[in-house]
């Protein structure tokens, strides 16, 4: 059978060859969970973008699964209102989409009912033809988490885990709602794939900046000897968001911020920033590296977790005006709720390379402004020979901070100091920056587009694997536990602000401030 795309105009193939050097085989995409927020914010836009780009084989099909019963036709037209809703800086074009709507197609069921099995597989089998996807099959598991387990036994008793391709299968975070759970999962998953069919996703390690974090530390001389704790003193991870739940309150009430952001994405980051350098950069040696790093991070006592981890709950507040509720006053939410809506914590990473330095890490809905960010700041010089002039007086001058941007704003500075013009030895600390957006000039691709192309081609360099996913549970669960028994007195800080008071004290304790990002 011929394939029904119609081809997208010529391009110069010198251009082509440079943009696309990473060709991605033909190949089908089955979503579960078709007709949820995932697949129409991310996933959706995110392919439509690389099929636009042609940084996917126009061999191509998507088959959508939900409970909704829908035709081919509705779920396109459902999916062009999104696309062209939530595609981020980039054109929507209504030629290409035509393309690509007839690559779109769509099989309702249940996921607990076999027959929605061999419904997918039928599908799968005519997509196989008609466009000539060679066999090969990612399965996109973006249901709720209950289900994970479920879709896979299913997949295994439907024998769709083999064909005449390749089969992968990317699984949706959370995984697991705890160690116990993950493990557990990670068992069921493995009873019918091999772990090299397993690409568990984190978004966050798609993110170009959290990709330039090893380019940073290992494309260059000069930074990596610096990397320890002979210069460094300590180091700051911050993920702000000012919104708050947006509509997902029963999920996150049962999530909270430890659970949503650090024990995935931000453990992530950290295990990127302090991980030792690979052998061979690829799937296998990088992500040794990630899970050594994260097996080394002490696990602490309940002692330890009273003093070096902090829970927070906004409450209302009239922030630029507007009146902003309090987690308890949103949709779904418990309004004696003690789940946490902001997490601090400080790690310490038990290896020769970081013993004693504190990583701190903080994540919190309803804070003053988004900013994703790491900041390292290095040891004071042994002798503070200059002062700096300050509102209050002459100080002893700030250290050398070196700020990684992850989002919004994309780049690196350095801060160091720097003499004030005019006579006398005065300082004042100056910034040395890098932009992304500056220096290349060109759109980043999300971090969705980057995952998808990267399963597509085999490399699970940015996926997780499971001694990873398990490590980083391993680290949260004494909080978890804790957490989990004890009777906060929230909300414990107001909407639009940068937290909990308790969480200025955990750094005090050990000498230091946050940063105000
Ligand atoms: C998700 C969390 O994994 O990450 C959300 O569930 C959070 O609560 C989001 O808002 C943040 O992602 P990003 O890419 O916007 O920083």
Redesign the pocket.
Known sequence: MSVLVQPLPEVNPLQDQLRFDRRVPPCAIVIFGASGDLSKRKLLPSLYRLFYERRISQNFGVIGNSRTPMSDDQFRDRMKESVSKFLEDAPFDEAVWDSFAQCLFYVPGDLNSPAAYDAIRKKLDQVEQSHQTAGNVVFYLSTQPSYYAEVVEQLGAHGLQHGNGWRRVIIE?PFGHDLESARKLNEQIHQVLDESAVYRID?YLGKETVQNILAFRFGNGIFEPLWNRRYIDHVQIT?A?SIGVEGRGAYYQEAGALR??IQN?LSQVMATVTMEPPIVFDADNVRDERAKLLRAVRIMNPEEVHKFAVAGQYGPAIVGGQQLPGFRQEPGVDPNSQTDTYAAVTFFIDNWRWAGVPFYIRTGKRMPKRV?DIAIQFHAPPLPLFKQQTKTGLLPPRPNLLILRI?PEEGISLRFLSKSPGSGMRVRPVSMDFNYGSSFGERSPTAYETLLVDAMVGDATLYTRQDMVEASWQIVQPILDLWAHEKFDFPNYPAGSWGPKASDEMLARQGHTWRIP
């Open positions: 975070k978004h993920a968001e949503d952001m994405h994703t989002q």
